[in-house]
């Protein structure tokens, strides 16, 4: 298994297994979400446009299982946008730690952490003061919550 920083040329040729991975990951819980290839491929495109973004990719031999986006908050979508700059966020300074997909069978080794410490390094190295993220929160008596969740 190994990590890779992937910007630029090697970011947008990961895009179509980064949304195929994405699909996979979300349609559990917590997310829930049934995805398409056409909507992954418009939303990632904003880390394809973004001089600034970065994807930690995690390859099990040259299969895609893990995926970590980041990129300036700046470059993001106008209503995602809203929510951080109504709370007094600074967009300009504030690096954007995006989602985080990795199989089930790969996690509980680390990875997550890896991933936000490259994603920090990053936005670090890029002069960003600030780093942000989201996350889907359900109630804990959710009837979908399998027993072994960990919440981030």
Same mark, same amino acid.
């Given at each position: 298994? %190994?990590?890779?920083?992937?910007?630029? *040329?090697?970011?947008?040729?990961?895009?179509?297994?980064?949304?195929?991975?994405?699909?996979?990951?979300?349609?559990?819980?917590?997310?829930?979400?049934?995805?398409?290839?056409?909507?992954?491929?418009?939303?990632?495109?904003?880390?394809?446009?973004?001089?600034?973004?970065?994807?930690?990719?995690?390859?099990?031999?040259?299969?895609?299982?893990? *995926?970590? =986006?980041? *990129?300036?908050?700046?470059?993001?979508? &106008?209503?995602?946008?809203?929510?951080?700059?109504?709370? &007094?966020?600074?967009?300009?300074? =504030?690096?954007?730690?995006?989602?985080?997909?990795?199989?089930?069978?790969?996690?509980?080794?680390?990875?997550?952490?890896?991933?936000?410490?490259?994603?920090?390094?990053?936005?670090?190295?890029?002069?960003? %003061?600030?780093? /942000?993220? /989201?996350?889907?929160?359900?109630?804990?008596?959710?009837?979908?919550?399998?027993?072994?969740?960990?919440?981030?």
């Amino acid at each position: 298994m %190994r990590l890779e920083n992937l910007t630029g *040329a090697d970011l947008s040729d990961a895009i179509e297994d980064i949304a195929r991975l994405r699909i996979a990951v979300f349609r559990d819980w917590p997310y829930l979400y049934d995805g398409d290839l056409e909507y992954e491929r418009r939303y990632l495109q904003s880390y394809e446009l973004s001089d600034a973004a970065i994807v930690i990719g995690v390859y099990d031999g040259d299969w895609l299982v893990g *995926a970590s =986006t980041g *990129a300036p908050l700046a470059d993001h979508a &106008g209503d995602f946008q809203e929510a951080f700059e109504s709370s &007094g966020i600074d967009l300009k300074t =504030t690096y954007y730690c995006g989602e985080s997909v990795l199989l089930p069978r790969y996690r509980g080794r680390g990875i997550g952490q890896e991933f936000f410490d490259r994603r920090e390094a990053y936005a670090r190295g890029l002069g960003y %003061r600030n780093i /942000c993220f /989201c996350a889907v929160i359900r109630p804990p008596d959710h009837p979908l919550r399998p027993s072994q969740y960990r919440p981030l």
